[in-house]
């Protein structure tokens, strides 16, 4: 079938002898980033990007043994050419390029086209074959501009505020947290994080230059708090953890946001439409700027994906199943 298969492990390349995100422990495992649906533990040695380095570390363990590279870099192994290129997901996140008897194949990862201000932006690599994410692949995923976006947090907690209310910001430990902070800091506000967040975000600053989050101890003043921003994982919302900061408004910070009716399945009082994946626009763009002749979606609505392209672009195409999720779980 070509440089890499789709096996029962995950994504392999046979020649070189190497998996890429596999969901069951192996012999040699290639990471496209830190998100624990792409990065698992149990497997005798992985290499990702060397900004990825400390979280890997974190949540796979200390003494995992870990080679990294960083963009343009990588190795070979057995005539096969792996090279790592930015995929604009998350800090450390890459792109996977494989090369060999003037063959080329690209395993995406998880990424997205708009620049968010931190991670290095998504790089198109050309190739005769590409591996593509589909999160959002259908044409009512379309993001509006970030600064928009953040806009309209801030609006939405000067609201709060005037109410007496706390503004409470669901959002991944890595990645997203890490974006809300970095723009919304601008906006003069203190961040105040869960536990799950904070460690995390500690982790993140050894690598990356972003602003500190304060943590919510059990003795933090909640007087202070309201002035604030506070960020929360998923799995804290519904927990006695959040009980303390009532009132409070709660906002979820993701694309499922843009479907109408997600908000208030959520029990949210407000949505905001922020992605570390490509919207529908993005997906396309991205695909057809490799030049690839074949592609291959998963991870979404890969078939939807793969049929437009296929009608609409003259692609050979196919739909791959993975076991990828939506995102970390927290």
Not at 124 to 130: I, Q
């Amino acid at each position: 079938m070509g440089l890499i298969s789709f096996t029962e492990n995950g994504l392999y390349c046979s020649k070189g002898d190497f998996y890429i995100d596999p969901w069951r422990p192996v012999k040699k495992a290639v990471l496209t980033h830190a998100h624990s649906d792409h990065a698992r533990a149990g497997s005798e040695k992985y290499f990702a990007h060397k900004d990825s380095a400390l979280v890997l570390r974190a949540r796979l363990g200390e003494n995992i043994r870990l080679e990294t590279a960083g963009y343009g870099e990588g190795f070979s192994c057995h005539g096969v050419k792996v090279t790592l290129y930015p995929a604009g997901h998350i800090l450390g996140s890459a792109q996977v390029a494989v090369e060999s008897d003037g063959e080329k194949w690209v395993v995406s990862g998880d990424y997205k086209t708009a620049y968010d201000g931190i991670t290095p932006a998504f790089e198109p690599v050309p190739c005769h074959t590409f591996i593509t994410e589909s999160t959002f692949g259908l044409p009512i995923y379309q993001w509006k501009n970030q600064d928009q976006i953040m806009a309209e947090i801030d609006q939405w907690v000067r609201s709060n505020q005037a109410l007496g209310r706390y503004s409470v910001l669901s959002a991944y430990s890595l990645g997203k947290a890490q974006r809300l902070v970095y723009s919304l800091s601008k906006f003069g506000y203190p961040i105040y994080a869960h536990g799950a967040i904070y460690n995390m975000h500690e982790v993140v600053r050894k690598t990356w230059d972003l602003p500190p989050v304060h943590w919510l101890k059990p003795d933090t003043p909640k007087d202070a708090v309201q002035r604030g921003i506070i960020l929360a994982t998923g799995s804290a919302i519904d927990s006695p953890w959040m009980k303390r900061w009532s009132p409070y408004a709660l906002g979820i910070c993701s694309g499922w946001m843009q479907v109408r009716g997600a908000q208030r399945r959520r029990n949210a009082d407000a949505g905001f439409v922020l992605s570390d994946h490509a919207d529908w626009n993005g997906l396309i763009t991205a695909t057809l700027a490799t030049g690839a002749s074949c592609v291959y979606a998963t991870h979404g609505f890969s078939a939807a994906l793969a049929r437009y392209l296929k009608e609409h672009h003259g692609l050979r195409t196919g739909v791959v199943k993975t076991a990828f999720g939506e995102d970390e779980e927290d």
